[in-house]
């Protein structure tokens, strides 16, 4: 499975890393050039969203319904040690 870590300068073209990350998710979450993988795609999602961007808050609550408590306790873990490391 295709694993991308962003760090905080990452940008693709004008966008800005809360876009960046939010793309991460919906690469995850629809299985762009990888497996398909909720758990990746909330964290992503979560990461995207606490750097402000509002279609990621709204595209983590859709995705979340489709989650398990574990998925979304493990997601949740995922987000919170990547936002302690950058």
């Known amino acids: ?3 991308f ?3 905080e300068t990452s940008t693709m073209g004008c966008e ?3 876009d960046v990350f939010c793309e991460m998710g ?3 979450a629809a299985g762009r050039g990888c497996d ?3 758990v990746a795609a909330h964290k992503w999602l979560n990461i995207a969203a606490i750097k402000g961007s509002d279609r990621a808050a709204a595209l983590r ?3 979340s ?8 306790a493990q997601a949740l873990r995922e987000a ?7």
Do not use: P
Request: charged share 25%.
């Open 36 to 38: 398909v993988d909720l």
């Open 26 to 28: 919906l690469m995850y």
């Open 5 to 7: 870590e962003m760090n």
């Open 61 to 63: 609550a859709d995705l």
């Open 80 to 86: 919170r040690e990547w936002m302690t490391m950058h």
């Open 65 to 72: 319904s489709n989650m398990t408590k574990m998925q979304l």
């Open 16 to 18: 800005t890393r809360a």
């Open 1 to 3: 499975m295709a694993r």
